[in-house]
């Protein structure tokens, strides 16, 4: 079945600097993947979806890019601010598209 | 308006209990799942149902029964609790199964069995 990688340390920047965040999955290639924001103590939260034919989606200071050849997601966040601090999880859907994989998360600290 | 509500958000249990959660959902989904995150924050799906129907059940104990009595509502009971359920129960709806969806979930019930 299909895994993802996430980066399991945490990421560290300082406030205006762009956040990078690595999603890597290691079977097929889904038809979409998703990430989602978690806050402590909260459930995750939908923030993007990319399909397999978009090569980049953008929202607000969010960019996602899907690159099917190299089997990754890159997340990005321009211009942090201590109010992105949180857990960003990936996920795509499993063989059969009926069930959704996450990725463990890699936590952001933006300092001030 | 809550999206997707759980209750209740913490229970603490002892071993060999049976105790329910239970979830809600306004948003007119047709799908409703239970997700398991245990303490190293890994999310995992346990049950899907679309519509009332089960569709998805995971290698999860007996001891964890899902029930739908309708679509907006999917309770989470389980039997005889051990020291291993330990974890934060989601609940999650979304528009349709198997379509490219976004998953809206519930805050959570973290349950502490001792």
């Known amino acids: 079945s299909q895994k993802i990688e996430q980066n399991s340390e945490a990421l560290n920047i300082q406030e205006g600097k762009t956040a990078t965040l690595t999603c890597n999955y290691t079977n097929y290639s889904p038809a979409y993947l998703q990430w989602y924001r978690q806050d402590p103590g909260r459930g995750p939260v939908f923030l993007l979806l990319i399909r397999e034919n978009e090569k980049e989606k953008r929202k607000e200071r969010l960019k996602v890019t899907f690159d099917t050849t190299l089997k990754q997601s890159l997340f990005h966040i321009t211009a942090s601010q201590p109010a992105v601090s949180a857990t960003y999880l990936c996920a795509l859907p499993d063989t059969g598209g009926f069930k959704t994989i996450f990725g463990a998360g890699t936590r952001l600290f933006v300092k001030a | 308006d809550t999206a997707v509500s759980q209750t209740p958000k913490y229970l603490v249990t002892q071993m060999g209990n049976d105790k329910s959660i239970k979830c809600e959902q306004n948003l007119g989904h047709d799908t409703m799942y239970w997700y398991k995150q245990d303490s190293k924050k890994f999310l995992k799906i346990m049950f899907s149902?679309?519509?009332?129907?089960?569709?998805i059940n995971e290698t999860v104990p007996n001891r964890f029964s899902p029930k739908s009595p309708d679509k907006a509502h999917l309770n989470l009971h389980i039997n005889s609790l051990e020291l291993g359920d330990s974890a934060v129960y989601f609940c999650?709806?979304?528009?349709?199964?198997?379509?490219?969806?976004?998953?809206?979930f519930g805050p959570g019930t973290r349950l502490t069995v001792t």
């Open positions: 149902y679309n519509n009332k129907e089960l569709i």
């Open positions: 999650a709806s979304s528009q349709d199964l198997g379509l490219a969806g976004e998953q809206y």
